[in-house]
């Protein structure tokens, strides 16, 4: 671009939205300035191109609650003699009560999914362990 002539913003759109160059490079290519890209993007509606795609709700409960089943299985193992047990059983507590809050707020807007993949009785047992692991570390 020499100066006094616009920006080719089409070139520019491409460029941009095809990711193989960095901002920089584009704005080099073109002889724009990095705020004149972020106002044209902002102007024309480009989207991001870093966006991360949203997890599922439903998903973010079954990868959670796998994370509450390792973490009652590595208790189970270890000796919670030797280790904090304090900083467990606030983990524990704390994954378990962000767990009921997803599945709450799954239940109250209707979940999509005909079938929750992790049965309630499953759900039931997984709490009962915990609780029956806090009160064992209490004792201790």
Excluded at 32 to 45: H, Q, V
Aim: charged share 30%; hydrophobic share 35%.
């Amino acid at each position: 671009m020499t100066a006094g002539t616009p920006p080719d913003w089409p070139a520019i759109e491409q460029d941009y939205r095809k990711g193989k160059l960095t901002i920089a490079r584009i704005c080099k290519k073109h002889g724009i300035s990095r705020s004149a890209l972020a106002k044209a993007k902002n102007r024309y509606g480009w989207p991001g191109r870093y966006t991360r795609p949203l997890v599922q709700r439903d998903q973010l409960i079954e990868r959670l609650f796998g994370v509450l089943e390792k973490q009652i299985k590595s208790m189970e193992i270890r000796d919670m003699n030797a280790a904090n047990p304090d900083k467990e059983v606030a983990l524990l507590g704390t994954l378990s009560r962000t767990l009921e809050k997803l599945v709450e707020l799954d239940v109250k807007q209707g979940a999509t999914s005909p079938k929750p993949k992790r049965p309630r009785s499953e759900m039931m047992a997984l709490r009962e362990k915990i609780s029956a692991r806090i009160s064992q570390l209490e004792k201790t």
